[in-house]
């Protein structure tokens, strides 16, 4: 019958092309095997496939359901698409208090998109109270993490004082870390930060560095910047 997650990474190389030729068709097939060998790993992969028409028809549902499915074998990434689904009402009906739960779910299971997305729960009061702090130390967590909006996010409440006191040096200092990952919001205010003298000395000469940063990134010219973030959620 084969390795489980032999045959799952057999899927993953046809759908990135790793050793063989790209093909969709080949990798949802694959995924779908391991689905049926119960691995979590490709059911969530199979949900995605359907999410985005991957070697499949488009069925939103479907992405539903197998997301779904494995949260409930123990995916904190299929926990978190789970409650995007609910939140945005994808193949399913919009529910905030279920995506709040959810977002919740996948954070306690320390994914550090779920954190972000916890904290934007917080932040805009879907699904819960709306509380401005408890977002700030979401996006200081999902931030500590790596998580590029979570640190944009970070920069933006210190520069807004939001749920934080306002710190116009601190706002600067993870504007750039989340520039330097890639966050194209990052690299916008960071150019804004050096050309209004935003918690840093005012220097032209960076600002223009950064927003020629910001015109490569939207003309998809700069290989080395990219949105890490995949789902948004």
């Avoid at 097939?29 to 949900?47: H, P, R, W």
């Avoid at 003298?197 to 939207?218: F, S």
């Amino acid at each position: 019958m084969g390795d489980v997650d032999g045959i799952l990474q057999v899927g993953y190389c046809y759908r990135n092309g790793i050793g063989v030729e790209r093909d969709e068709c080949k990798a949802f097939i694959y995924y779908q095997k391991s689905v049926e060998m119960g691995n979590t790993d490709g059911t969530f992969a199979l949900g995605h496939c359907y999410r985005e028409g991957i070697g499949v028809e488009k069925d939103e549902h479907k992405a539903f359901i197998y997301y779904l499915k494995s949260a409930e074998m123990g995916s904190a990434d299929g926990t978190l698409q789970v409650g995007i689904c609910y939140k945005k009402g994808i193949g399913v009906e919009k529910d905030e208090h279920k995506a709040f739960i959810y977002c919740q779910k996948s954070a306690e299971m320390g994914n550090a998109i779920g954190i972000f997305a916890l904290g934007e729960c917080y932040r805009n009061g879907i699904g819960v109270e709306k509380s401005e702090h408890k977002a700030f130390i979401c996006y200081q967590l999902s931030a500590e993490m790596g998580n590029a909006d979570g640190i944009y996010n970070v920069g933006y409440c210190y520069r807004h004082g939001i749920g934080v006191q306002k710190d116009e040096l601190k706002a600067f200092i993870y504007f750039k870390k989340s520039a330097e990952v890639g966050n194209a919001d990052g690299i916008s205010e960071v150019a804004e930060c050096y050309r209004n003298g935003i918690g840093v000395i005012r220097d032209l000469h960076k600002a223009n560095y950064w927003y020629q940063r910001e015109k490569d990134l939207a003309s998809g010219s700069d290989a080395n910047i990219k949105n890490l973030q995949k789902y948004q959620c």
